[in-house]
Nanobody, 127 residues
Framework: QQQVVESGGGLVQPGGSLRLSCAASGFRLSNYAVGWYRQAPDKECELVAN????????NYADSVKGRFTISRDNAKNTVYLQMNSLSPDDTAMYYC????????????????????WGQGTQVTVSS
């Protein structure tokens, strides 16, 4: 059975930090470049960070650059997102999924249709 579980979200104050995990089972996450997408009800779905298959190259949306760090441990079949200096603007459901096999827009359609890899993890930044 193929499964992905995102975890690590929660409620945090502005300026705080969270570390999200994307753990896969039943398939090799290393087969994919992986990204973290986020979705809030009143905002456009956004790819905030992605990492290549080997973990040697990363990219970030301008909105999170310098604050978020994506990494992966292929031996653990897990991708991480370290989030620092969090802002209320970062409040969203965060999902991990493949990148490079379709457009961000198409992947966001899947996320919005509840067809993403996993269930997502909620990040709420509030004082």
């Amino acid at each position: 059975q193929q499964q992905v579980v995102e975890s690590g979200g929660g409620l945090v104050q502005p300026g705080g930090s969270l570390r999200l995990s994307c753990a896969a089972s039943g398939f090799r996450l290393s087969n994919y470049a992986v990204g973290w997408y986020r979705q809030a009800p009143d905002k456009e779905c956004e790819l905030v960070a992605n990492i290549d298959r080997g973990g040697s190259s990363t990219n970030y949306a301008d909105s999170v650059k310098g604050r978020f760090t994506i990494s992966r441990d292929n031996a653990k079949n897990t991708v991480y997102l370290q989030m620092n200096s969090l802002s209320p603007d970062d409040t969203a459901m965060y999902y991990c999924n493949a990148v490079g096999i379709t457009t961000v827009e198409a992947m966001c359609v899947l996320i919005e249709s509840e067809k993403s890899w996993g269930q997502g993890t909620q990040v709420t930044v509030s004082s």
